[in-house]
């Protein structure tokens, strides 16, 4: 496989193809492992993630993912999916509205809701659920390539 088409594999949506309502989602089944190389990665070991003696006392009487982990798959959605590869995550607005336990299965769902073409960008509305219900709910602004300007600049 040459270069060329392996990049052209690897991208995603070009704005051009991109239209309000369009939605992708991806969902994970959140495990204990997922939790405890997330508080490794990022360095937050806050005891209601990875103490269930600490957690099981606090107002989730027991330990929960941590939410930026459950947001996380909104990035997913967004980066390998819809926009998909190629995009640039300009922002992120967020509301936590339910915990996140391990052994919950996630959904994170991204639907466009404004396309403004002069200036590459998208924005969608974000959410995360378990089942029916909503536990995360946002709003995610996207940079996104332009399959003109990518041809123009090829010649």
Do not use: W
Request: charged share 25%.
């Amino acid at each position: 496989m040459d270069n060329v088409r392996l990049h052209e594999e690897l991208n995603g949506y070009f704005i051009e193809d991109l239209s309000v309502g369009m939605s992708a989602v991806f969902a994970k089944t959140i495990t204990e492992a997922d939790i405890v190389m997330f508080s490794g990665v990022t360095g937050d070991m806050n005891p209601v993630h990875v103490n269930e003696e600490f957690a099981k006392d606090s107002i989730f009487k027991g330990r929960i993912a941590h939410g930026m982990l459950t947001a996380s798959l909104i990035s997913t959605v967004l980066g390998m999916k819809m926009p998909g590869p190629g995009c640039i995550y300009l922002s992120q607005d967020l509301k936590f509205l339910a915990p996140v336990r391990a052994g919950d299965t996630v959904s994170a769902r991204a639907i466009i809701t404004d396309i403004i073409p002069e200036k590459k960008r998208i924005v969608c509305k974000t959410t995360a659920s378990v089942g029916e219900k909503l536990v995360c709910d946002g709003q995610a602004k996207m940079m996104v390539r332009s399959r003109a300007e990518e041809e123009a600049a090829k010649g």
